[in-house]
């Protein structure tokens, strides 16, 4: 049963254009949600995380929207740049009652082109 | 600080053979995970640590066993392996608690690719 889904596989944007990456969840325990990078034979890097009392958060370049009605969160890349290269991952966890237990979705592969 | 590091990077196993992957993290992290990834599929959580002593199944255990002896290793263990225990395996730790606020931002090693033929 996938809890945290990422329906695009992939996505290719132009350098400097947007990429917004898309996530939906399905249960509503969730309350914590993080976006991890991974390059290819690395482990995932954490990028941005949003708790579910606020609905944006921001850290340069990376902007996490989060609508718990909708279950649904988004990251935006704004500008990509090549070095965005890389597979996201989409994570969820159910705070104090599932401390470190996150259900991550399949992952996004983004490719930024020239 | 290296972080979390795992070892072997890479391994071949023969059907039924044994293995321990190991993994070493030196935050001084109270909680580890070990997970698998299979081929366009997210992180599978198969145990879990939150200290030295204390370990707990997650979601895919079987087929695998872990301990926790100290606070840096987590060593998994594989026994008699399975081809469907083919994947590549993540571990990770971390400290929910560290900053006075809860996060779950999880911190991993580069991953062991294991084949099971």
């Known amino acids: 049963d996938q809890q945290v889904k990422q329906n695009s596989p992939s996505l290719s944007v132009q350098e400097g254009r947007i990429s917004i990456l898309n996530c939906d969840y399905t249960?509503?325990?969730?309350?914590?949600f993080l976006w991890y990078k991974k390059y290819p034979a690395e482990g995932p890097t954490f990028l941005i995380s949003?708790?579910?009392?606020?609905d944006k958060n921001e850290d340069g370049r990376f902007t996490v929207f989060l609508n718990k009605s909708a279950k649904h969160l988004s990251l935006h890349i704004v500008p990509s740049q090549p070095g965005d290269s890389a597979v996201y991952f989409c994570a969820a966890s159910a705070g104090k009652d599932s401390w470190g237990k996150l259900q991550f979705g399949a992952g996004t592969q983004v490719v930024v082109t020239p | 600080n290296a972080g979390v590091t795992q070892t072997p990077k890479f391994r071949i196993l023969k059907i039924g053979q044994s293995m321990t992957l190991q993994c070493t993290q030196d935050?001084?992290?109270?909680?580890m995970y070990w997970y698998r990834q299979d081929p366009g599929m997210g992180l599978k959580l198969i145990y879990y640590s939150v200290g030295a002593g204390i370990t707990d199944k997650g979601e895919v255990p079987n087929g695998y066993n872990v301990s926790r002896s100290t606070t840096e290793d987590f060593p998994l263990r594989l026994e008699l392996a399975a081809p469907s225990q083919t994947s590549v395996y993540f571990c990770a730790s971390n400290d929910p608690h560290a900053s006075g606020e809860y996060t779950d931002t999880q911190y991993f090693g580069p991953g062991t690719r294991l084949t099971v033929l």
């Open positions: 935050m001084n992290h109270n909680y």
């Open positions: 249960n509503s325990m969730f309350d914590y």
């Open positions: 949003i708790s579910s009392i606020k």
